[in-house]
């Protein structure tokens, strides 16, 4: 069909589905499903019933592309008309219908796994456009439990040999994604070859949960604590311009714009969309524009240059739970802050005691380029913004 998904297109930032142009037969099949695709390789041939796709065959054999191993050609009837169904191949990827006869939106790759699995396609939700099944959703799918009904009596049940073996040792191989050979050569490469330092400071929030919820009466946009930490961290730089650097070898250049990455944990690795000139925007404007980039992230249309160019970057784990850890530099930055949960902590008041809230931050610096006093006083500097959240918007 002329919307079927062929193959999707992995990139070290997303994945795109390729969708085909013109409906038709699946007359040659040059990259079985579930393998990668050289460049400029046929992946397939479509077209009418009977034609003849030699020439194009021969060709990518003459320019050292290898062909698959059999061809599948359409089958004679007995009355010497060629028939117009798919090769077997073309089965393993044909549509499925769902339970009430509506069409299942699946990349082939999707349909294969499922097929291996012996999984149900039409009982994974699908994360993809318009809710089209893609591989993670195979992957991640968990079948449902069976009902009572469909558990066997235990007069069925046949009984437990003594001394059987009760586990088995197994595993399973999964290649690395484009994404994840980035990740992993980026900041391997940040790790090892960028002398990191690490600075922890804690911020009393009290004051940005009370200023926070009356800056969500009236903000168009709903503003999170991590877009308080982004407007913070954005003002900061301003008075800390030498944490808004980049090392270049021969030279640091000390960047005059402020871009911040936002990282964002996606099913494959990790990305990070950009706020572009966060220190000059309003909070409800960041909050805003964070959404848009993380509703692209999920949905896999975010562009390049929505996730590059950044000058420094924030990583919050503190929806997750996590109190306090430490990140690695996301080049070509020269520091990335983590930020931990907002924990509940009893302090020394006057003679008594009293309950308030605390944050742990910790800020990861390249030591070439940021040094030990520029980052202490670059947190201060976060510090009173957030304990004193009013100053952010003078």
Known sequence: KADDSLAEVETDKATMDVVGYEEGTLLYIGVE??????????????GKPGTDVSAFVEAEKKGGQAAPKTENKPEEKQDGQKSAETPQQNKETAQSSSADGGRVKASPLAKKLAADKGIDISQVPGSGDGGRIVKKDVDSYVPAAKTKEEVPKAADAKPVQPFAQTGQESYEDIPNSQMRKTIARRLGESKFQAPHFYLTMEINMDNSIRSRKSINEISPAKVSFNDLVIKACAMALRQHPAVNSSWRGDFIRMNKHVHIGSAVAVPDGLMVPVIRFADQKSLSQIASDASQLYEKV?????????????????????????????????????????????????????????????MKVTLSCDHRSVDGAVGAAFLQTVKAFLENPVTMLV
């Open 298 to 358: 999920r949905n896999k249309k975010i562009t390049p240059e929505e996730y590059s160019g950044n000058t420094f970057t924030v990583s919050n784990l503190g929806m997750m739970d996590i109190e306090q850890f430490t990140a690695i530099i996301n080049p070509p930055d020269s520091a990335i802050l983590a930020v931990g949960a907002i924990k509940e902590k009893v302090v020394k008041k006057g003679d008594g005691f009293a309950v308030t809230n605390v």
């Open 33 to 46: 499903a579930g393998k990668a695709a050289k460049i400029n390789e046929i992946i397939a041939i479509v």
